[in-house]
């Protein structure tokens, strides 16, 4: 089996910083493409930040300039530096394992931002 863990979510001021984990374990046998996604109560799961074996990234309009997103080289293991936080970036952050044959995701992790 997979397994993505993430940590490093909780409770923050706006304007603060967070910096949340994944790491994925278990039957994976290469590197992929790896992603964290986030949803918002009563809103539909969104795209924050992805990157590829290579380091090429890929931002949402409404992260970029405050969110990084970077890997552990040679590991399928992913990180978010969120920086400039707003009360709108509250939402269950998700990690994303993209395998080719199927997709991977971990169980989530609260970000909440206090205004």
């Known amino acids: 089996q997979v397994q993505l863990v993430e940590s490093g979510g909780g409770l923050v001021q706006a304007g603060g910083s967070l910096r949340l984990s994944c790491a994925a374990s278990?039957?994976?046998?290469?590197?992929?493409?790896m992603g964290w996604y986030r949803q918002a109560p009563g809103k539909q799961r969104e795209l924050v930040a992805t990157?590829?074996?290579?380091?090429?990234?890929n931002y949402a309009d409404s992260v970029k300039g405050r969110f990084t997103i970077s890997r552990a080289s040679f590991k399928n293991t992913v990180y978010l530096q969120m920086n400039s936080l707003r009360p709108e970036d509250t939402a269950v952050y998700y990690c994303?394992?993209?395998?080719?044959?199927?997709?991977?995701w971990g169980q989530g992790t609260q970000v909440t931002v206090s205004s």
């Open positions: 990157i590829t074996t290579d380091g090429t990234t």
């Open positions: 278990g039957s994976i046998f290469g590197i992929y493409a």
């Open positions: 994303k394992l993209d395998r080719t044959i199927t997709t991977d």
